[in-house]
């Protein structure tokens, strides 16, 4: 399978999703909806500084890319969960009478053959206008919403984005730009990756790519595989095998001034076992930086407990437990090749980086991220 190619650890950030004081205006309001191969996820909110406030969310498991690795279609039963949650959203849209908003569909979307009729059953049961990204944008929106996390001290950075059917990487060059603007820079990237005639200095990308394997497809490449911990050591080969086209691949990077950003439900899930939390907190998880050797303790902790025990741990469960081991495979296979003391773990990503993008465009967020 060939990827799709293009032609701080020591901030400690404002709460993104701190909820509204008040009931605000809808003329305040803003919302980002994300459609992906596992989960439809959306947030309402109103913008509050350089951050925002967080009016209304919505997050519910619709596996909507469930069969399409053998099949190259969504099914019938994955369209009609996933519209159901789509639903909600709309309700919850009209409640807030909420106007300015972006609704997007990821790696299911583009791959599906029947993507469009999809498309175009939404518009009709829900009223709702989504938009298929293509990979830059969505690995572009993953790395703004990012921003507030990255250290001052940062000189590279590598932001990853683990999806349900792909996983965006993105290398970023910040040694040219002054450590107070290194976190604004790439608020700067809203407008593209690379652009010419910025006010600030640039944050250089050195290379990205989008690999077609989240936690969801590539569970799916090796779903005939019986034994747990076999099955656990091809994924994270595999995904590794995926990388080769990735220019910094081949490079060694210093541990020092480099650091890697992870969002994702599987980067947070790993944090709160860490943390030995028994219920999610996200103020806890938001910005924690983690080390190669505890996220690898972490991950032999999921195989000793095996398929059983963690669909009873309270912070994977019955849903989750066979998506957490494809995510922790890609996870094992991006610290064996940048082994790092500093990994931020992000408690945010797309729908973020699309409130990010909509509010800074209409001018009512303050320059400085953090």
Not at 68 to 81: A, D, I, N, P
Not at 85 to 113: D, G, I, S, W
Not at 177 to 184: C, I, L, N, Q
Not at 300 to 324: C, F, H, N, S, T
Request: glycine content about 8%; charged content about 25%; aromatic content about 6%.
């Amino acid at each position: 399978m060939t990827p799709k190619r293009p032609e701080g650890a020591g901030a400690v950030p404002k709460p993104v999703e701190s909820p509204a004081p008040k009931t605000p205006s809808p003329e305040q309001l803003y919302a980002a909806l994300d459609l992906g191969t596992n989960s439809c996820r959306m947030l309402i909110a109103q913008p509050k500084g350089s951050q925002f406030h967080v009016v209304d969310s919505y997050s519910k498991s619709v596996q909507l890319g469930a069969g399409l690795e053998s099949t190259g279609k969504l099914s019938r039963s994955s369209m009609q969960r996933t519209i159901q949650a789509l639903k909600t959203c709309q309700q919850k849209l009209r409640r807030h009478k909420v106007k300015r908003m972006r609704l997007v569909a990821t790696e299911a979307c583009r791959r599906a053959e029947n993507s469009k009729e999809f498309m175009a059953k939404v518009r009709r049961e829900t009223g709702l206008q989504l938009e298929i990204i293509a990979p830059e944008e969505e690995a572009r929106l993953a790395v703004i919403s990012c921003a507030p996390l990255v250290s001052r001290k940062t000189e590279q950075l590598l932001v990853v984005d683990i999806g349900g059917g792909s996983t965006e990487l993105v290398w970023i060059d910040l040694s040219a730009v002054p450590k107070r603007d290194r976190a604004r820079s790439i608020m700067q990237m809203k407008r593209g990756f690379n652009r010419e005639g910025s006010a600030y200095p640039e944050a250089k990308v050195v290379d990205w790519i989008s690999v077609p394997l989240g936690v969801a497809t590539l569970k799916d490449q090796f779903v005939d595989v019986e034994d747990d911990a076999a099955r656990f050591a091809l994924m994270s080969w595999f995904f590794e095998e995926n990388l080769s086209e990735f220019s910094p691949y081949q490079d060694q990077q210093s541990r020092e001034g480099f650091q890697i950003v992870g969002t994702s439900g599987t980067v947070t899930t790993v944090a709160a076992s860490h943390l030995g939390l028994k219920r999610y907190d996200r103020t806890k998880v938001d910005g924690l930086r983690m080390s190669s050797e505890q996220i690898d303790k972490v991950i032999r902790d999921y195989l000793v407990l095996g398929p059983e025990g963690r669909r009873k741990d309270p912070r994977i469960g019955q849903d989750r437990q066979a998506l957490i081991m494809s995510g922790s495979a890609i996870l094992q296979a991006l610290m064996r090749c940048w082994p790092t003391d500093k990994l931020s773990v992000a408690d945010r990503g797309l729908r973020e980086g699309l409130l990010y993008a909509q509010m800074s465009a209409d001018g009512v967020l303050e320059d400085e991220p953090h």
